[in-house]
């Protein structure tokens, strides 16, 4: 971002000082051209872009399953005002109220050459780790409670049946070997 904020103000510069010498038409010269900047250059897409199928609308996943008075997990995903990262936040809905849980991002960790997650719960935890994409798989892992609030390895893992609707899972790790501790397929309400 910011190399290219010095590249976009020295082109500007550059510009600005080329059309201010010798502009002045003399007698029996041409018209001199003025080169207008190429608008048309693409972007190169940053590597966070393979997760913005995810923004948009209201995902939803029934949790009614989960235990007494609760509803449904909603998650929204946005880029972020600068478009450099995606963040979400997860309200859990109860018969009597919200929760709102998690407030986090997704990201491109330059140091890493990788993706990574970074968010908050409602208690101050903070969670982070490297994100991999596989296809239609993101691959989430880090430390942190499990359902039981003992620090573990854990992995979550959306899988994307379409545009509108994943898989979630987590899994903690025991041994050598991952057990699945919960799954929830997510549906997006758009325009929610």
Do not use: C
Not at 17 to 34: A, D, I, M, N, R
Not at 98 to 123: C, I
Not at 134 to 156: H, M, Y
Request: a positive charge.
């Amino acid at each position: 971002m910011n190399r290219a904020v010095m590249l976009l103000g020295a082109l500007a510069l550059g510009s600005a000082l080329g059309w201010s010498q010798g502009t002045e038409k003399k007698p029996g010269q041409p018209k001199p051209e003025v080169s207008k900047p190429d608008t048309a250059k693409t972007e190169t897409p940053k590597p966070v872009s393979a997760l913005s199928w995810l923004v948009g609308g209201v995902w939803t996943a029934d949790a009614s399953k989960l235990g007494p008075g609760m509803q449904r997990i909603e998650t929204r995903y946005q880029w972020s005002d600068n478009n450099a990262y995606i963040r979400f936040n997860t309200h859990f809905i109860f018969d009597k109220g919200t929760a709102k849980t998690y407030d986090g991002n997704f990201f491109w960790n330059p140091e890493r050459k990788s993706l990574a997650v970074w968010y908050m719960d409602s208690r101050n935890g903070i969670t982070q780790g490297p994100v991999e994409i596989n296809g239609d798989t993101t691959k989430i892992s880090f430390r942190g409670p499990d359902f039981e609030g003992k620090v573990a390895d854990l992995q979550v893992f959306v899988t994307r049946k379409t545009n509108d609707d994943y898989r979630w899972s987590v899994q903690e790790k025991e041994g050598d070997t991952w057990k699945e501790l919960a799954a929830l397929e997510y549906l997006r309400v758009p325009g929610s």
